[in-house]
Structures are given as C-alpha cells and as structure tokens.
C-alpha cells in the first residue's frame, strides 16, 4: 500500500471516530453536570411533575411530555404533505419542477427563530381569532377534553403547527431526493404496462426507496425534538402538563432556555438532567431507526 493511501486511510479513519469522541464526551459531561439531582430524586425525576424553585423539587415529565406531543403532532401534519409534494416534483415539468424545488430548498435554509417569530406575530393571532373559535365554539370541540375550553392561539397545537411548517420543506426535499433514485426504467415499465400513478407510486416508488423515506421522517423527527427557538415563542411556556391541545406548556428545549442563565446548584443540575435526557431520547430513536431498516436491508 503506497504511503499516501495509508495517510488518507488514517485521516479518514480519525474523522469517523471523532464523531464517537464527541458523543461520549457529551455524555460524560451532561451526566458528571446532572449527578446532583440524579442523587435527589433518582429515577423519580423522569415522572415527576414538580417544577418548583423555591422547594427545590424538580420533575422531567412536563417537559418531556411537551417535547414527545409536538413532535408528534409536527411528524402527523408535516409527513403527508410533504411526500405529496416530493412526488409531484419526480413527474413535474422541469421548469416547475426546478423553481419549486428551489422554494423548497430556500425554506428548508430558514432559521427556526424566524418561523417562531412569524408564529408569534401571525400564526398565534389568526388561530386565536379564526381557527380556535371554529373548532372549539362552531364545531363543539372544546366540550372534549382532548382540545380543552379556553384558548387564546398559543399552546400545544400551535407549537405542533410551527413545527409542521419548519420540518415539512425539510422533509420534502429529503424525500425527493430519496424518490429521484428510483431508476426510471422501473416506472416507465409501470406506466407501459398500464398502471396509474397512484399504483405506481404504491408499488414501485415507495417500495424502492422505503429504507430512504423512513430514514427521512426520523431525520425530520430528530430536528423537530430538540428544537428550541421556534417552540419557545408560541408554545405557553407554562411547568403544566396540558389540558388539551388548546392548553400551554412546555419542551425540554424550552424549558432550557428559560431557566438556565438564573439556574444554580440544583436547579442546574436538573437542568442538565433535561439534557440527558433529551440527549438519551434523540439516542434511542436513532437506534431505534436502525433496529427497524435492520429488516429492510436483506428484502432491498
């Protein structure tokens, strides 16, 4: 092996573990920094409710609740939309195709404070003054305890809707990435042998490109988890679990970025506690993403 090989073999191979240097020292940090209140409350903390300064008590499951329902509803609204939209653009004129693409591209590149700023001023206001009143008062939502009575355009679904908006061009443009290396060959034998979109679509595009897709929607999970900025602005920020999706409260991001320039001792021990935690979450779904395209390997 010449010597500049063994070089370029050598670089290569200290990039790849520093990822798993950075990983571990990001570990050992947020616990060595969370000890103390991992010594208080044990275990505990993950399904304690309590946020309290003043009493010292501090729980996990507000927090942890807020982050898994936005993401939840953020993934329910933004995944659909998205594969439309990316395949369309896989048949689409190229013109279309090209300009659409690129919208989608500029609003993928739009930092996240920027949709919770235009959520704050915009979106809060005309779901409080229009979208909030129909579903609860017109439709009779609010009687169900799932949306909750009172609203006042911020909470858990304008949260979930922010997110929707910053994940979907991110989704869509992964997405369309992962259909376009579907080999024309196979969709253009499809179309020759009569079949329609839709069964194309069904059959062929997504079978091909499965491992892909599903490795998209759990990229776009990872960003909307951790998320911080546009969750903060319309989320409520209130230490409560929710009354409905019309009620406020909070993300372990959130609550971060409220409390950790005033934290001290405990309280940014449990701080830090969040952190892992949310560290250990993004952990387990992508072993998790892993463990489900294991399967899809073999069959592809």
Known sequence: MKRTDFLFRLLCLLCATL?????????????AASLDAWKRFGVAFLFSSQWDPVAEEY?????????????????????PPAFAAA?????????IASILGNAIDLLAAIPSVIYGMWGLFVLAPFLQQHIQPFLADT??????????????????????????LMILP???ATMRDVLQMTPPVLREAAYGMGC???????DVVIPYGFRGLLGSIFIGLGRALGETMAVLF?????????????GSTTTIAATLANNFAEADRLQRGALFALGLTLLALSLLIQATVQWLLRPTAGKA
């Open 59 to 79: 729980g996990a499951l507000v927090p942890l609740t807020g982050t898994l329902l936005t993401t939840g509803i953020a993934l329910l609204l933004a995944v």
């Open 234 to 246: 319309v989320i409520g920020n209130m230490m409560e679990l929710p009354k409905g999706l019309f």
């Open 87 to 95: 395949n369309f653009l896989l048949d689409a004129p190229k013109g």
């Open 170 to 172: 991110f989704l869509c």
């Open 139 to 164: 439709l009779g939502l609010g009687r169900l305890s799932l949306f909750g009575a009172e609203y006042n355009g911020f909470g858990l679904l304008t949260a979930g809707l922010i997110l929707a």
């Open 19 to 31: 990822a798993a240097v950075i990983l571990g020292a990001l570990l050992f940090q947020m616990t």
């Open 196 to 202: 329609t979109k839709r069964e194309v679509t069904r």
